[in-house]
């Protein structure tokens, strides 16, 4: 999972932007926000957008 993360950020960087991929609890927000601000000292926009899909057996 990290790794498909990581090359979209690394294709942010390389586009000129600034990105991180991150592993962390999505339930706990502050792992989110250290993280980010340990990297870029402030945060202007942040997109936590975790979720998941529900397979149902036919």
Known sequence: MLNK???VADEIIS???KAIAVVC?????????NKT?????TVNILV???GGGIQTLD
């Open 37 to 41: 601000v340990a990297k870029f000292v």
């Open 15 to 17: 586009n000129g932007g």
């Open 25 to 33: 609890n999505v339930l706990k927000d502050e792992d989110l926000v």
């Open 5 to 7: 993360a990581q090359a």
């Open 48 to 50: 936590n957008n975790a």
